[in-house]
């Protein structure tokens, strides 16, 4: 048996999270090592181990940031996490989560 792709090869980097009091903007990369990804799915979560709720899934590989804008309230602490997905032959390949814990400003 020929292994094509692993998940666990690539990895999505949380390069910069940017805050207002009602905005929060993500920006990540992926490593060079590992499989292409189709698209991007983000999460978010007031809590830090629970509670996570998909917030967008990207339109392609090439956009690399989401703006949140809706939901955002001034002065709170989200946790937000981001992972990379790849369809091969029906099947949904994922990259393992990155998390970052964000503040928003009062």
């Known amino acids: ?35 292409a990804v189709d698209y991007y799915q983000i999460w978010r979560s007031a809590k830090k181990s629970s509670g996570y709720k998909k917030l967008y899934t990207t339109s392609d590989s090439k956009k690399l940031y989401y703006i949140n804008t809706k939901k955002v309230s001034p002065n709170t602490t989200y946790w937000y996490k981001v992972r990379g ?13 990155t998390k970052i814990q964000v503040k928003t400003k009062g």
Request: aromatic share 10%; net charge positive.
């Open 1 to 35: 048996t020929t292994k094509l792709f692993s998940a666990k090869e690539g990895k999505v980097t949380i390069v910069k999270a940017e805050t207002t009091n009602k905005r929060v903007k993500l920006s990540w990369k992926k490593s060079a090592s590992g499989f």
């Open 85 to 97: 997905v790849r369809i091969v032959c029906g099947k949904m390949l994922y990259t393992p989560f």
